[in-house]
């Protein structure tokens, strides 16, 4: 994704890491992200592609019945605000392991984004 143009779909990561690979990809999303998933870049595509697992998010209303399998986890830790934080100068100690924040902090990874 890095080495793409933004914005970066789902859909083109998927199909690059497919490539002729009949392995079997799941693809993990959080439950705040759970509602604006049908509108995501092609998206029936992506449901063939790749099995959708719903990570659940201390604060979001009950999930219900979705169509994914959910994970129910204790630790609550978004990508999202991961790259926000590094963006915005932040700590990420505590949310990624230490040889993680190093190659970000190496790469420059995020810092100029709030994506």
Do not use: C, M
Request: aromatic share 8%.
């Amino acid at each position: 994704e890095l080495q793409r143009p933004p914005p970066s779909y789902a859909i083109d990561t998927v199909e690059e890491l497919r490539g002729a690979e009949t392995a079997e990809y799941f693809y993990l999303i959080g439950a705040d992200n759970l509602e604006r998933l049908p509108t995501w870049r092609r998206f029936e595509e992506l449901r063939q592609l790749a099995q959708f697992v719903v990570l659940d998010r201390k604060g979001i209303a009950n999930i219900g019945d979705v169509a994914y399998p959910t994970v129910r986890r204790a630790i609550d830790i978004s990508a999202t605000e991961i790259r926000k934080r590094v963006a915005e100068g932040r700590s990420i100690r505590y949310l990624v392991p230490p040889a993680v924040a190093e190659i970000i902090q190496r790469r420059h990874l995020y810092q100029d984004t709030l994506r």
